[in-house]
């Protein structure tokens, strides 16, 4: 069974950084697409940014810059470094990734239970 596990959210001042993670587990054939979205609230949910199997990424505008997306290949785990945070990033945020299982070989997206993330003085 395949799951994702956000961990690395908690309360920091605006200006101040945090760094979460992501671990993908379980009997995995493959992953693909690797994304952050979040969702503060009374809003919709908001794709942050995206890492592909060769590295490259994207961001949303509101993080370009500040947020950076990295992946540790060998131990399946995807971060999100954010920088210079601001209260507007107060939200939960969820990874979720394109995933094939050993089990049927599909290309499943899946995502993770999600981390509060509260930017406040």
């Known amino acids: 069974q395949v799951q994702l596990v956000e961990s690395g959210g908690g309360l920091v001042q605006p200006g101040g950084s945090l760094r979460l993670s992501c671990v993908v587990s379980g009997s995995i054939f493959s992953i693909t697409a690797r994304r952050w979205y979040r969702q503060a609230p009374g809003k919709e949910l908001e794709l942050v940014g995206w890492i592909a199997r060769d590295g490259s990424s994207d961001y949303a505008d509101s993080v370009k810059g500040r947020f950076t997306i990295s992946g540790d290949s060998a131990k399946n785990t995807v971060f999100l470094q954010m920088n210079n945070l601001k209260p507007e990033d107060t939200a939960v945020y969820y990874c979720?990734?394109?995933?094939?299982?050993?089990?049927?070989?599909?290309?499943?997206?899946?995502w993770g239970q999600g981390t509060q993330v509260t930017v406040s003085s």
């Open positions: 979720n990734a394109d995933i094939a299982a050993y089990s049927d070989y599909t290309m499943t997206t899946y």
